[in-house]
């Protein structure tokens, strides 16, 4: 005979075992459809390098003259920009000086040939206009200068005033050169002699220098040259 309460018993574990299930399942159900969705990764995009920008060229301010300086021994390029001035000694290379005047006047000189005389042996002479001009010998002279510069104008082609470390220049009163500079020797009796006046500066031991010539009549400086011997006769 089967007692009622343990049939009760196995049919309630039962009951029990498929609630059990039932709600396992649904569980497992609930956290499958609350679990996120997984996206697949995200293609990326391969980076461009980025174009290059241009480097701006720098603007460079053209570098001009101030003034040409005369000196007994040299000639200087003083410029504008306050930038360290060129120095050209006489006794240097007469090309490199041609080239730099020429950068500078913004044009070729002129260029013929002097025949040789007693006073000098052949010669070239580089014009740039009729303000300014540069004479080299064609061959070697012991103890000479290799070039001669000579101004006889207000001011050279490229507008640049040509003056002796003093300031004055062609167009200046030579007396007031002659006031304003140390050392200097004057030729001549006075402004109206028929050669006008000749003041000899910056010379050296040997009487080598610059010189200013004046016109006879108006007494003002018409050409600056150098290197030249205060006593030569040519």
Not at 50 to 58: G, K, R, W
Not at 90 to 111: M, N, Q, R, T, W
Not at 138 to 150: L, M, Y
Request: aromatic share 6%; net charge negative.
């Amino acid at each position: 005979m089967i007692r009622p309460w343990r049939f009760v018993s196995v049919a309630s574990s039962v009951a029990t075992s498929v609630v059990a299930s039932a709600m396992l399942a649904t569980v497992m159900f609930l956290m499958v459809g609350c679990a996120p969705e997984i996206s697949p990764p995200a293609t990326t995009a391969a980076a461009s390098p980025a174009a290059a920008s241009p480097v701006p060229s720098p603007t460079l301010a053209p570098v001009t003259l101030a003034s040409i300086e005369l000196g007994g021994t040299a000639l200087t390029l003083i410029y504008i920009d306050r930038s360290l001035p060129q120095r050209f000694a006489y006794s240097s290379d007469p090309v490199l000086a041609i080239a730099a005047l020429s950068k500078e006047f913004g044009e070729k000189p002129a260029v013929e040939t002097l025949v040789a005389t007693h006073c000098s042996v052949t010669q070239k002479r580089a014009s740039w206009g009729d303000g300014f001009t540069l004479s080299y010998n064609t061959e070697t002279v012991d103890g000479a200068p290799t070039f001669i510069v000579r101004s006889d104008a207000p001011q050279t082609p490229g507008g640049v005033v040509v003056t002796t470390a003093s300031g004055f220049g062609v167009g200046d009163p030579i007396s007031s050169l002659i006031a304003a500079t140390p050392g200097v020797v004057v030729h001549g009796q006075n402004a109206v002699d028929t050669a006008g006046l000749s003041a000899y500066f910056d010379l050296d031991a040997n009487g080598i220098g610059a010189v200013a010539i004046s016109d006879a009549k108006s007494g003002l400086i018409r050409l600056l040259t150098a290197p030249v011997g205060r006593s030569q006769d040519c």
